[in-house]
């Protein structure tokens, strides 16, 4: 089972990155999807996630009022909107997997999640 995370990349303030997951070896639409992100130097952190059934959840109002999590089942595919994006959002973004059987958004233990990808980096410049 791989995840692949995609479409990382340098952009200025304010743009936008759409970061994409997806799977091999799974059918990624009976997983709980969540992304992750780490910043150099920093713990790594739980940005969005998404269950699935469609429903989300964001860190903090600052991501959510930025970002949007959603999945395109028939594409097998999970997706990561980043708008408004800061220099702060600057990190390696990862995704993760968890079957749905298994765990729900919202989960305390990041070991929950059975599988990652390798991380895409987002990059932000002032």
């Known amino acids: 089972v791989q995840l692949q995370a995609s479409g990382g990349g340098l952009v200025q303030a304010g743009g936008s990155l759409r970061l994409s997951c997806a799977a091999s070896?799974?059918?990624?639409?009976?997983?709980?999807v969540a992304w992750f992100r780490q910043a150099p130097g920093k713990e790594r952190e739980e940005v969005s996630c998404i269950n699935s059934g469609g429903a989300s959840r964001y860190s903090t109002d600052s991501v959510k009022a930025r970002f949007t999590v959603s999945r395109d089942n028939a594409k097998d595919a999970v997706y990561l909107q980043m708008n408004s994006l800061k220099p702060e959002d600057t990190a390696v973004y990862f995704c993760?997997?968890?079957?749905?059987?298994?765990?729900?958004?919202?989960?305390?233990?990041?070991?929950?999640?059975?599988?990652w990808g390798q991380g895409t980096q987002v990059t932000v410049s002032s």
């Open positions: 070896g799974i059918t990624l639409g009976h997983y709980v």
């Open positions: 993760a997997a968890v079957h749905s059987e298994y765990a729900t958004c919202g989960h305390p233990s990041h070991s929950i999640y059975s599988y």
